[in-house]
């Protein structure tokens, strides 16, 4: 390694393509991703749920000042946040549903220790994230110019605030969605850098967009469940997901043009 380098970041290779290449699925695909990570699931439950458990003590951690305080807008706006840690926190569920395909043991310590291989490439990503959350935050603020200024608004007046306020973040959780689809398994799964597997996340996106409007589907019902039952649910909704997101990549994206990652430790 040069000195130039930055450990755990993998560097971009001037002879691999730009993007990897993708597969067109059908709108029944999402499906036949959560029955594989159902399996997943089953294989490693108390690694997974274990995963489930942490993002629902997150989740009341990150909920409990603004209940205090009873700022509800500020409690939305923090679950909002999902959205973006969501996929960062996932990364050790498709550690483990990585092993679990190459017929290694998994565990918890193991499925911590590969998504802390990737951490480098993960601030990466953060940042991707981060910039897209300061834009949307800032175009949030300039949709307050259409909220009723009138003591009492009709419902018109509401209506508009709304319908405007939920297309323009609409927009912003798109873009979130298509960069994070499938990047995150790409990483986990070969020596790739963000860059490459951000782009080929949005291409395979854009390429499969029925699939891809149900699985959002899928995924935006999974979410309104967890916080309609205090996050609980999320304990195995969560996990799920996370596996299911991984065999979605392994579905759609063709990246063996690029070297394999390689486990860590003893089988």
């Known amino acids: 390694m040069t000195d130039t380098e930055t450990p755990g970041v993998t560097p971009p290779d001037p002879d691999m393509p730009f993007v990897a290449p993708c597969r067109e699925v059908g709108p029944g695909a999402p499906f036949r991703w959560i029955a594989a990570g159902f399996r ?17 003590a997150l989740s009341w951690l990150i909920s409990l000042p603004p209940l205090m305080l009873g700022n509800k807008f500020a409690l939305l706006g923090l679950l909002s946040g999902f959205v973006f840690i969501g996929p960062l926190l996932a990364i050790a569920l498709y550690a483990i549903s990585w092993r679990l395909e190459r017929g290694r043991a998994p565990s918890f310590r193991r499925s911590a220790a590969e998504a802390k291989r990737q951490l480098s490439n993960c601030m990466v990503f953060a940042l991707v994230l981060m910039v897209i959350f300061l834009v949307w935050a800032r175009a949030a603020s300039m949709v307050h110019v259409f909220f009723p200024v009138e003591a009492d608004p009709d419902w018109r007046q509401i209506a508009r605030f709304l319908t405007i306020g939920s297309a323009v973040g609409s927009i912003f959780a798109a873009i979130t969605f298509a960069a994070s689809a499938f990047s995150l398994p790409m990483i986990m799964d070969r020596q790739t850098d963000t860059i490459t597997a951000v782009v080929t996340s949005v291409n395979a996106v854009l390429r499969n967009k029925a699939a891809m409007i149900v699985w959002l589907a899928i995924l935006i019902t999974s979410v309104a469940i967890g916080f309609a039952t205090a996050f609980i649910g999320l304990i195995l909704l969560f996990p799920l997901l996370g596996h299911a997101t991984f065999h979605s990549y392994r579905d759609v994206i063709d990246a063996s043009a690029w070297p394999r990652q390689e486990p860590m430790g003893m089988p």
């Open 40 to 56: 997943d699931l089953k294989a490693a439950p108390r690694q997974s749920l274990g995963w489930g458990l942490i993002v629902v």
